[in-house]
């Protein structure tokens, strides 16, 4: 008996035994797991990784290696740790037709940006004319009594009575008598008679008579107690300061009168968008007086100062009014385009506002949509120039994006949703918002 082990040696030995048997069933069963544990904790797992497989058209299906799909039989197709960490959504083509989601490529194509100024129908000043006297005196009669009303150059305004003016007329006829009666000899030069009825002449023009209403006067012989002053312009009257019987004095302004027929649109343009103007420029004109037309026009001014309170200069179009249908006074608005040329753009529609970043979703192909981050500059026609982030060619979502967006946030792509407090990319100027409130819908674009 002394050659059998102790029991409790045999108990030890056995106990070993089960031990070893139970690591060697361990490390086999959970080989994997624990590999895949110590990896993600030692270093960050490669950009190739195979994460899982699934269907394209039923991403529900998920399996830890290549094979065929339990429900449809289609080859499962491999899906990165990268591509998971990205949050990429599988959208079958049922669903995708379901909520219809369509794509347009990226495009590098010419870009023209509008923006829009308030303005209003004004007179064009280089067209209007005022009626004041050179003398003082009474209006005895009044033709034009009407603010508004219209007048055709050369028609009679008023009649004036003027001792000065009608000093002045007998003066002329004075020498008019005197040149015709003299015999000076004319060798010696012109007679002191016909160079006082020269003289005379000339002072009824600077006193305000015109050369028809002088011949007029020739040809009677006798003063006109009452003078008629005729329209220097045709248009409508737009100030008028006299009644009939009243006293004028010279210099005082009667009539102000403006033709219509060429109006002018002062536009209030932002100090940023100065810089686009140009004048030449094309620019479109409405009113809504007017609704669904546009008169064309071109800037023909901008004046060299800024309004200190609004900060916006002035820019002046000019526009034919044959028709009379622009009137003073009027709002307008002025659409003002420049060319920023060739640009790579993608639709704006496409686009995802979530707080500081802007996101689109790449088709990848597959049924497989990549939220990518864009930095976005200028709107113009439905389009965002691409400053970063996308190539020409990118299949890009461009409907269907809320719903795509919310499964990508479902997906952990938690590094595209949460706010980290830095200023918005370069050329996007928009606020800063909360992630959680943020919308995950596209800004729709500039009317």
């Known amino acids: 008996m002394s050659g059998l082990p102790h029991p409790s ?17 361990a490390t086999l069963v959970l080989r994997r797991p624990l590999v895949a544990w110590f990896t993600s904790r030692g270093e960050a797992p490669l950009a190739g990784a195979i994460d899982h497989y699934t269907c394209s058209m039923h991403p529900s299906v998920k399996q830890s290696g290549p094979g065929r799909c339990p429900i449809c039989g289609m080859v499962l197709i491999p899906v990165t740790r990268e591509q998971q960490q990205e949050g990429v959504v599988m959208i079958d083509e049922v669903r995708r037709q379901l909520i219809g989601v369509r794509t347009e490529p990226v495009i590098a194509a010419p ?26 005196g009474w209006i005895t009669r009044l033709y034009v009594n009407e603010t508004g009303q219209r007048v055709r150059k050369g028609q009679n305004l008023f009649t004036l009575y003027s001792p000065d003016l009608y000093t002045a007329e007998q003066d002329f006829l004075l020498g008019m008598q005197g040149a015709a009666t003299s015999v000076s000899a004319r060798e010696a030069g012109p007679p002191r008679t016909e160079l006082l009825a020269r003289a005379s002449r000339q002072r009824l023009h600077l006193l305000g008579l015109s050369d028809a209403q002088i011949d007029s006067l020739a040809r009677d012989g006798k003063p006109s107690e009452d003078v ?57 004109v409405t009113v809504d007086y007017q609704p669904g037309r546009t008169y064309e026009a071109k800037v023909a001014y901008v004046y060299p100062y800024l309004d200190p309170t609004a900060r916006t200069g002035r820019v002046r179009v000019e526009l034919a009014n044959e028709d009379l249908e622009l009137r003073p006074g009027m709002y307008a608005s002025v659409a003002l385009a420049y060319e920023l040329g060739s640009r790579l753009q993608v639709p704006a529609s496409a686009v995802v506002y979530t ?23 200028t709107e113009s026609n439905g389009m965002y120039e691409v400053l970063a982030g996308l190539a020409p060619g990118d299949l890009v979502a461009t409907s269907g994006v809320f719903l795509i967006a919310a499964e990508a946030r479902i997906r952990t792509a938690a590094r595209y949703w949460e706010t980290t407090g830095e200023p918005p990319p370069s050329g996007d100027t928009s606020a800063t918002v909360p992630a959680d409130s943020a919308p995950l819908v596209p800004r729709p674009a500039k009317p």
Do not use: C
């Not at 040696?9 to 069933?25: C, D, E, I, N, Y």
């Not at 210099?251 to 009168?257: A, F, H, T």
């Not at 802007?358 to 192909?365: A, K, S, T």
């Open 9 to 25: 040696k045999r108990r030890s030995q056995v106990t070993t035994l089960v031990a070893v048997a139970l690591a060697v069933v």
């Open 111 to 136: 870009m023209r940006d509008t923006f829009r100024a308030v303005g209003h129908v004004t007179y064009d000043e280089a067209s209007l004319a005022d009626v004041n006297l050179k003398v003082h």
């Open 228 to 284: 008629a002053v005729p329209s220097p312009a045709s248009g409508f009257v737009i100030e008028k300061n006299v009644v009939e019987g009243a006293s004028v004095d010279a210099g005082m302004r009667l009539y102000r009168i403006a033709a219509l027929t060429k109006v002018w649109v002062d536009a209030d343009v932002y100090e940023g968008d100065l810089a686009h103007v140009r004048v030449g420029q094309p620019a479109a």
């Open 355 to 377: 707080g500081p970043r802007r996101l689109v979703f790449v088709d990848l192909g597959s049924g497989r949509f990549r939220p990518t981050e864009v930095h976005v500059g």
